[in-house]
């Protein structure tokens, strides 16, 4: 079954970065960040955000909350390699369980671990 993941992951990743059917993501801010990513970004001011200097909370809200389009400008803007290592370095963390596991498969990252195995059992005390 992984093997069959791997594969849709692997064809859907190469299907946001080229598929040129997808419509455009329309106006951006000054600093490239569309506008309709303003949602993602309700307790900042979206044209203060730098795509480069704010790079892991970027990647963090589009991996989380972004559609088609916006993850294809994520993976045009970024590079899959980045994001890649940004789900290894910080996604366990900062993305919601199910987004994170998501990304696991079709960036074909090994099987997402809780940080915390022992998580919801009973205090021992």
């Avoid at 594969?7 to 946001?16: D, M, N, S, V």
């Avoid at 960040?33 to 730098?50: G, H």
């Avoid at 993850?71 to 290592?85: E, K, P």
Wanted: with cysteine; hydrophobic share 45%.
């Amino acid at each position: 079954m992984g093997g069959i993941l791997a594969l849709i992951g692997a064809e859907w990743c190469k299907l946001i970065s080229m598929n040129q059917s997808l419509q455009p993501v329309g106006e951006k801010t000054a600093a490239g960040i569309p506008l309709s990513l303003a949602p993602c970004f309700q307790e900042y001011v979206l044209e203060r955000i730098d795509p480069a200097q704010h790079a892991d909370l970027v990647i963090e809200r589009v991996l989380a909350n972004g559609d088609r389009c916006e993850l294809r400008w994520l993976f045009d803007h970024y590079g899959r390699a980045s994001i890649t290592n940004w789900v290894q370095q910080l996604g366990a963390r900062r993305l919601p369980w199910r987004r994170y596991n998501l990304w696991c498969v079709l960036l074909e990252l090994p099987a997402a671990r809780r940080l915390r195995p022992d998580e919801g059992q009973i205090w021992p005390h």
